[in-house]
């Protein structure tokens, strides 16, 4: 399924403040946070793997993303960025973002949360957040409640592994998250890994794998730019 809301992740990203300095820029804000999400989607976890790719695809990605330079920017220059980053923003644009696909397909979307911490995530004082000794679970669908049986509301609830299965896992072992020690942008780059698994779930077909729907966004690039409105 690919939701046609999916063509305004490029007006989304788009939306975010540049935090940086006017003075000293050489490469856009938005176009090197389009960089690293789309490589997310690819299942490209780590920044420098980033850079080869769209060092490779250049020729293709550099104008859509609004890059001047001949080559794409250097891993420090992505990690400075996405330093500047204000979470709360990104979570907002990200949030605005999935309501747009609840809304287009509400009938058959729902989203299950609980509580587990990323290592590198970090409260308002700059410390590491320690998982709590107890449990929380949160759910939340968009189905009405007087579309749902209350046993229907039960299975929801006992298939709350889902989460655990389809999400922390994936995250864990396909993106390598809990090897990541990001210094200045472990937050945002835990929200980034977030977004893009919640698109590549809009996107998976119910006959391919979402290792599958990862190659297409890989090697179908102007597809990949096309489909996400660039």
Known sequence: MSPRSLCALA???ESLPDPRSKQG??????????????GLLANMPYVAEIRRWAK??????????KFKRKKPPVETTFFRALAKTTVDDLQKAV???????????HDSISAAVDGKVAKQMKNADGDPLEPDT????????????????PA??????????????CLHWTKDRWWDEDKHYLKWSGNVFVTLTNW????????????ESIRATADDVRYETKETLRRFGW
């Open 11 to 13: 007006a989304t990203i």
């Open 95 to 105: 949030a605005g973002f999935i309501q747009l696909i609840l809304v287009e397909d």
């Open 25 to 38: 820029v050489s490469h856009p804000y938005h176009g090197m946070l389009a960089l690293v999400l789309i």
């Open 134 to 149: 107890s449990e929380t679970r949160f759910f939340m669908t968009s189905i009405d409640p007087s579309q749902m049986t």
């Open 56 to 65: 490779k695809h250049w020729h293709i990605l550099k104008e859509p993303l």
């Open 196 to 207: 893009a698994l919640s698109i590549l779930k809009v996107m998976q077909s119910p006959d």
């Open 152 to 165: 229907e509301l039960l299975q929801k609830i006992r298939d709350h592994w889902q989460v655990e299965n």
